[in-house]
């Protein structure tokens, strides 16, 4: 389910429909008290900006919009929380890697419509490509449909990207990436995420999918790699419902797809996931639930330096991956929200 966090957000009115607002976000882990976000203070979100009826505009880490737009209608945001995230989280939709020193804007609601924009500043003298992030985003949401789009464009991601969220400043010559699912590709100039996805409610059910393109550009770029300019590529398509049985008991089930590219003529690396939740709430604010993931891998992957091919192992999102080409996880919780 969600991960455990707490933190401040407030506003202030100025008058005339203007207002700043500001929001401070920690995560942790509730099972040991250990910070989370390689123990940044404030490693979800730590940002400050002015808020009207023409939009938002906030300064600071965030997310980007591949998160905002589409990595919301994935099962592991809808219900299944970060382990029922996409294999390593490939695409990001999970919010595993923030943008920090960046300018959102935010739209108002248009007639059912709403838009935004991500740009984070390189901060590099002589060079503002260099680690520079900028991602697009819409949604369209009426009555029971929901449909969003986004794209995702870092440069530099090993230090820009993968790297920021890690305590101290991040070591630009080995792979910043935890997941075995792509640590191989941390060298890559380019980080693409084109993202898209929807919701369809009819009555208690609620079906969802989600597809993204990743590509990692121009590897070796950051540091050596034996795949020195190449391009590698993942596809993944999710599909999955949910299903509120009574006011207090819903559940959901998922299925994802994650397809790699070929790396020196191997057979390409794949994963298969399925994820189900039962859940209960025994009031507004409190539940319990029984969530359960298995993830299968076959074929081949570059790896954790980059310099030769692997075999693909099950690697489900914020675990440690397994030895061999399958892994189960299942959870037992209690959340509380305030």
């Given at each position: ?27 942790f882990?509730a099972?040991t ?6 123990g940044?203070?404030f ?9 009207s ?8 880490r965030?997310y ?6 589409v ?6 945001d ?11 989280d ?27 924009g991500?740009?984070s500043?390189g901060?590099?003298a ?8 900028w991602s697009l ?12 789009a ?6 530099n991601?090993?230090?820009s990207?993968?790297g ?8 630009p010559?080995i792979?910043n990436?935890?997941s075995p699912?792509f640590?191989g590709?941390?060298?890559?100039h380019?980080?693409?995420v ?5 919701l369809?409610t009819?009555?208690?059910?609620t079906?969802?999918g989600?597809?993204?393109n ?6 070796g770029?950051?540091y050596?790699s ?10 993944n398509?999710e599909i999955?419902?949910?299903y509120?049985?009574t006011p ?6 998922a299925?994802d ?5 070929s790396?020196n003529?191997?057979?390409?690396a794949?994963?298969q996931?399925?994820?189900g939740?039962?859940?209960y709430?025994?009031?507004k604010?409190t539940d319990v639930?029984?969530?359960a993931?298995f993830?299968?891998?076959?074929g ?20 440690t991956?397994?030895?061999?080409s ?6 037992i ?6």
């Amino acid at each position: 389910m969600q991960g455990s966090r707490w933190g401040l957000l407030g506003s202030e009115d100025l008058g005339s429909g203007l207002k700043t607002v500001f929001r401070l976000e920690s995560g942790f882990d509730a099972s040991t008290g250990k910070a989370g976000q390689g123990g940044l203070l404030f490693g979800r979100q730590a940002y400050v900006g002015l808020d009207s009826r023409y939009g938002k505009v906030t300064l600071g880490r965030q997310y980007d919009a591949v998160v905002d737009y589409v990595g919301a209608l994935e099962a592991g945001d809808q219900w299944g929380g970060s382990i029922s995230a996409h294999p390593g989280d490939v695409d990001n939709f999970n919010n595993t890697a923030r943008t920090n020193n960046s300018v959102k804007y935010t739209s108002p609601n248009l007639a059912g419509f709403t838009f935004g924009g991500v740009y984070s500043l390189g901060g590099v003298a002589g060079d503002y490509t260099r680690n520079q992030v900028w991602s697009l985003g819409g949604q369209y949401s009426s009555g029971p449909l929901v449909l969003s789009a986004a794209y995702l464009n870092v440069r530099n991601p090993n230090v820009s990207f993968f790297g920021n969220s890690t305590s101290g400043t991040p070591n630009p010559a080995i792979s910043n990436v935890a997941s075995p699912v792509f640590s191989g590709y941390g060298s890559a100039h380019t980080y693409q995420v084109i993202g898209a996805g929807g919701l369809y409610t009819i009555g208690p059910t609620t079906f969802g999918g989600t597809y993204s393109n990743v590509k990692f550009y121009n590897l070796g770029s950051s540091y050596a790699s034996a795949f020195s300019g190449q391009t590698a590529t993942f596809n993944n398509f999710e599909i999955h419902f949910k299903y509120q049985i009574t006011p207090a008991l819903a559940t959901g089930l998922a299925y994802d797809y994650l397809h790699g590219s070929s790396i020196n003529g191997q057979s390409p690396a794949k994963y298969q996931q399925g994820s189900g939740v039962i859940d209960y709430f025994l009031s507004k604010r409190t539940d319990v639930y029984l969530l359960a993931v298995f993830q299968h891998a076959s074929g081949y992957t570059a790896n954790s330096t980059g310099t030769g091919v692997v075999p693909a192992v099950a690697a489900i999102n914020i675990l440690t991956a397994s030895s061999n080409s399958n892994q189960f996880a299942a959870r037992i919780g209690i959340r509380h929200k305030f």
